[in-house]
Every structure is written in structure tokens, then in C-alpha cells.
């Protein structure tokens, strides 16, 4: 498994992915699932340190990036960003320059682009941004490991029925995930759908096995199903393999 084939890079939209990155991503987060399933979980993480930047101790996003990283071997350290000198002006850059030297890698959530840029600018490591997010392309990577694990099949012998809005931020990392991957990728408004697909998980085969569906509409947050949460740790721990390790 290749721990470091994307040599440090931090990982915020797809555009700084190259089509063998995102099926290298995929395949080592499909290695670490078989190792965790065998009983044999990998810790290449172990003397890393890397800290959360996320202001509120009861986010749900720090609570999974933690029990991913630290079931990697790494430790996790919370930091809020309100209670360090990070959101002074005149102190933000010397900040993330100490930040840069304690930790291996930082991630930022709910916290400012311009704020996370400087981070990234200064730090000189591996600067994560809102990795939870919805349009994150983590959260593509997840739904990716999750179709290609059901259909058997290659991503480019799928076809992705995404509904909503075909200019939304999510719809866009789709896009990109499709272009890189060979995805077949078609639209939908929202009131297309029949309405027992709200019932559904968020990204669920169709009954005659042909397509995969996935759901952009605004205002639906349809829960993830447990496969999904499990492949979306997955990818997660992939990236950190390939950027930390």
C-alpha cells in the first residue's frame, strides 16, 4: 500500500487530483478495509501528531476524524481556535508557523477560508479543510468505494443518476469525480423523483441494478447508511496514509 504518493499535498477540491490519485486513494482504502475486517488493522501513523482545529468539542466531524486518525496510530489533538491566537491578524502567521512545527498535519473545520489559507501558507504540512463537508471530495471518494464495492464492477461501467440542482457545489465535485474516474453521471431536478427514493440512503442502487442514485436536493439530508459512514472512514484514513504518513 503506497503511503505517500500524493507527497504531502492537502486535499480540498479534486482539481488537485489526477485520475490515478483518486483510484489510488481508492485502493488504499480498500487495503485498510480488508486489514481492519481480517483483524489485522494497519497503524502506519504511530509517532504522528496532528491536530483539529474546531470550535465546538461536541462536533460531530471531530469526533470521526479523531477515531480515524487515532485507529491509525496517530494522536489527535483538539484545538479551538477562539481560545488561540490564530483568529488575531497580526498573530495568525506566526501561529500556524508553531503550529507547523508541533504537529504533522492540521485539519480545519468551520473556520474561515482566508484563516485556513494562511494556515496552510505558514504551517508547511498537510492543511485539511472541512474535511466533513458534504462537497468535500472525501465524501465522493466514500460514495465511490461504497459503488464500485455493490456493483462488482468498474466506475466506468456505472451510471450516477445525481439529483438537484445541477450547479450546486456538490453537483460540481460529482462532475469532477465523473471526469477523473470515467463515471457515467446524469442530472435530475428534485421533484423528478419518485417519493420512495426519500426513504432511501443517500446513495443506493436502483432495482434493476443499472444505476446508482445520490441526492443534492436542498433541504434533504438523507442519513447515511452504515456502509457509507464505514467507507467514508475509509477514504479518510487513505488520505491520511497519503499525506501524513
Avoid at 491536530?51 to 480515524?68: H, K, N
Wanted: glycine share 6%.
Amino acid at each position: 500500500m503506497n503511503h505517500s504518493f500524493l507527497n504531502h499535498r492537502s486535499l480540498w477540491s479534486f482539481d488537485n487530483l489526477s485520475s490515478a490519485d483518486v483510484f489510488v486513494l481508492l485502493d488504499t482504502a480498500c487495503s485498510l478495509k480488508k486489514a481492519d475486517q481480517e483483524g489485522h488493522p494497519l497503524r502506519p501513523l504511530r509517532g504522528k501528531n496532528i491536530a483539529v482545529m474546531c470550535e465546538s468539542p461536541g462536533d460531530p466531524a471531530l469526533a470521526s476524524f479523531t477515531a480515524a486518525a487515532t485507529a491509525l496510530g496517530a494522536q489527535v489533538a483538539h484545538i479551538r481556535p477562539s481560545s488561540s491566537r490564530i483568529t488575531q491578524a497580526n498573530a495568525a502567521h506566526e501561529t500556524a508557523v508553531v503550529l507547523g512545527r508541533l504537529y504533522d498535519a492540521i485539519e480545519c473545520e468551520g473556520m474561515p477560508l482566508n484563516l485556513v489559507q494562511e494556515v496552510e501558507r505558514a504551517a508547511g504540512r498537510p492543511v485539511f479543510n472541512g474535511l466533513a463537508a458534504a462537497n468535500h471530495p472525501l465524501r465522493v471518494l466514500g460514495d465511490l468505494m461504497t459503488m464500485r464495492e455493490h456493483s462488482g464492477k468498474p466506475l466506468n461501467k456505472i451510471t450516477l443518476c445525481l439529483l438537484g440542482d445541477d450547479h450546486s457545489p456538490e453537483s460540481d465535485t460529482w462532475r469532477r469525480a465523473a471526469q477523473l474516474t470515467g463515471l457515467g453521471l446524469r442530472t435530475a431536478p428534485c421533484d423528478s423523483a419518485p417519493d420512495f427514493l426519500w426513504d432511501a440512503q443517500s446513495t443506493a442502487r436502483c432495482s434493476d441494478g443499472r444505476a446508482e442514485l445520490a441526492c443534492s436536493c436542498p433541504g434533504e439530508h438523507v442519513p447515511l447508511a452504515i456502509e457509507q459512514v464505514h467507507n467514508h472512514r475509509f477514504t479518510l484514513q487513505a488520505l491520511l496514509c497519503s499525506t501524513v504518513a
